[in-house]
């Protein structure tokens, strides 16, 4: 007969049976399967946030507009505030591009057009004594200019006008030069005659006065007369000083005898 300490040794409930067993098992693999070991916790998925909002200028035409935005680029900036780009605007930045802190808008009404245009060249006149007086020597001869001129409709007041909106210089114009001989006020005892008096008489004052006759000018000169005291081109188309040059001139190249060239309206040189 066994001791009664070993009789409830094996007397044991089998609910506690079954629940050792099953821890048992648990912790030598069993029918279980293994933990896995070493397993990091997962990391919890990066918050992303918008960009704080900052202040853009617009500038539509000319006209300024400020606007608070999220935007990065140009197009979500235009999103934002609700612009909308017509199909020949001109922008900057380009669209794609980052807005930085200004954004230009020209409003188009048509595609860009180019067009060659020519620019005159300047005259440039240079005094030299070895001309002589009233008179003009080219020195060099000017060539015009030829620029690249890209153009497009606007509206401007209502309006749809032509605008330029860039141009390149393909060549720049030389310029004309001219040597100029002294502008003499008078030749001799001559400069101090009453020449405005003879001028008034002959023309009425009118320095592009035009006689059908042949007669040009303040002094009704003949071309030949004018040609012999050194004038080019016609009379009525120097200029007053340069005709009351050549007039003295005249005067004393016929030593005075004014009769044979102003016989009606001479006496008012002395008038």
Partial sequence: MLPNTIRRAR??????????AAMLATACGGDGAAAPKNTAPVADAPKTSAPPPHKVVIVV????????TTGTTVQQVLDQARIALGPHDLIKPAVDQPS???????RLLSAPKLKVVKTPAKT????????????EKVLREGKSGVKIVKWAYVKRKGKKVPKVIAQKVKRKPVARILAVGPKSA???????LNWAGLAKCESGGNPKAV???GYYGLYQFSMATWTSVGGTGKPSD?????QTYRAQKLY????????????????HLFS
């Fill in 238 to 242: 120097a200029s007053s000083g340069e």
């Fill in 252 to 267: 004393n190249k016929v030593n005075g005898r004014w009769q044979g060239q102003w016989p009606v309206c001479g006496k």
């Fill in 186 to 192: 008078g030749t001799g005892s001559a400069a101090r």
């Fill in 11 to 20: 007397v044991l409930p089998a609910a506690s049976v079954v629940l050792a």
């Fill in 61 to 68: 035409d000319g006209k300024k507009a400020e606007t608070m």
């Fill in 124 to 135: 440039i006149r240079k005094n030299s004594s070895s001309v002589p007086p009233w008179s």
């Fill in 211 to 213: 006689n059908p006759a």
């Fill in 100 to 106: 930085g802190d200004v954004i230009k808008i020209m």
